[in-house]
């Protein structure tokens, strides 16, 4: 990137980091991404969970930990002992936003309750992530990706409709969490810029994970039961979804009337599809797909995958291929978009890191810092932020508090 990163919308902008798993860690890394000074708090002795999850990398990281904490500095400290809460408050008062996931009272318990701090500090944005309302009944309840998405129903709309109800390949409730949580701070610093007031932030996953099911959400309302679950197809849109040609699957995306004129027409040659009164709508084809699926199936199986691309293209039908997560971190297209880099790892050589999906002004946002280390940063944050001396660290380290 040519611009310095002090031209980064967040720069000068420090987040406290006392977060860990996946919900908190990933709203810290959208800020950090978009230019904030990001610090990860960590325990001194197993840090982050995550450092335990996956495919290692190097001594202390593993893939999972690196999907979620890039553009920020780690400093290990304990805050089951005084000192470190100590060291947590004055590293609070140096910073603008605090993000905290702890389990219900721990924050309290550890003098770093929101309300405690922003006695002191008025302008300070403050994040809690819970599992569940943090003011009804299940507010101490801890949460977990996997329990909302079958809690919140999520479950029940994914996978084929004569399978079991199946979870999102990715912890999806966690992820929307954190970008939620990253769009509320985000507003939060933009009000405090008006009223010099901070804000506290309360996201739970549960709510987070009700509002991912969206128009289903909304379908089950006005059914009063569940919806029909259709796999790869689309429960309003018809034909929308993943078919077999002769050598492989595709997506074919066939989104309105005139696009399915054209599908029959020129892709498959069945102009007599497009004339047929059951399908000549959307809301007719969709009533009616179950005679309309296998004709488009049949025809589709006879032609190659390619050619298919090729003509859906140049009829101005919306397609792709569908390919292994591997071909498509590889692929041109990712290549070309710089969305992989590599990174160098003191252990590893280097280690690979998605980049920011962000672009401004024409150019993408840095990988500004590899996933730290567990601790790597301890000494340099607190010498610089603290005043610690080499003397006082030591004797810190010595205690075990970093």
């Not at 990715?170 to 985000?186: E, H, I, K, P, R």
């Not at 010099?196 to 059914?223: N, P, V």
Request: hydrophobic letters at 40%.
């Amino acid at each position: 990137m040519t611009n310095p990163a002090s031209s980064l919308p967040l720069a000068g902008i420090r987040v406290l980091d006392l977060s860990r798993i996946l919900a908190g860690p990933w709203c810290a890394m959208v800020l950090g991404d978009l230019g904030a000074e990001v610090i990860k708090v960590e325990h001194p002795g197993r840090g982050d969970d995550t450092r335990d999850w996956g495919l290692r990398v190097g001594q202390t990281e593993t893939a999972y930990f690196n999907s979620v904490n890039r553009n920020k500095s780690s400093i290990s400290l304990d805050l089951q002992s005084a000192e470190g809460q100590r060291i947590a408050r004055e590293l609070v008062r140096k910073s603008d936003v605090v993000i905290q996931n702890f389990k219900f009272g721990g924050a309290e318990k550890f003098g770093l309750g929101c309300e405690e701090l922003r006695r002191e500090q008025p302008g300070l944005v403050y994040c809690s992530i819970s599992g569940y309302d943090r003011s009804g009944p299940e507010a101490a309840r801890p949460g977990y990706d996997l329990v909302v998405q079958g809690e919140a129903g999520l479950m029940a709309i994914n996978g084929e409709a004569e399978r079991p109800p199946l979870k999102f390949g990715v912890a999806a409730v966690d992820m929307f969490t954190g970008m939620y949580a990253a769009q509320a701070v985000l507003a939060a610093l933009f009000d405090r810029q008006r009223t010099g007031q901070g804000r506290h932030i309360e996201m739970a996953l549960f709510d987070c994970g009700l509002m991912i099911s969206a128009y289903y959400g909304l379908e089950a309302m006005l059914l009063g039961e569940d919806p029909p679950r259709y796999g790869n197809a689309h429960p309003s849109i018809v034909p929308y979804g993943v078919f077999d040609a002769a050598d492989g699957p595709l997506v074919i995306t066939v989104g309105n009337n005139s696009q399915f004129a054209r599908f029959c027409r020129d892709v498959i040659q069945r102009p007599d599809l497009a004339e047929d009164e059951r399908f000549k709508t959307n809301i007719n084809r969709s009533a009616n797909r179950a005679a309309l699926i296998p004709e488009l199936e049949r025809e589709l199986r006879t032609r190659r995958r390619m050619d298919l691309l090729k003509e859906l293209a140049a009829a101005d039908i919306p397609c792709g291929e569908v390919l292994g997560l591997h071909e498509a971190l590889t692929s041109q297209r990712a290549t070309d978009a710089g969305l992989v880099t590599r990174q160098p790892h003191p252990q590893a050589g280097s280690t690979h890191v998605l980049a920011p999906p962000y672009r401004l002004d024409g150019e993408r946002l840095p990988v500004r810092r590899a996933p730290p280390q567990l601790g790597a940063d301890t000494q340099t944050v607190l010498e610089s932020l603290l005043g610690l001396t080499p003397q006082e660290l030591s004797r810190l380290k010595s205690m075990g508090t970093v």
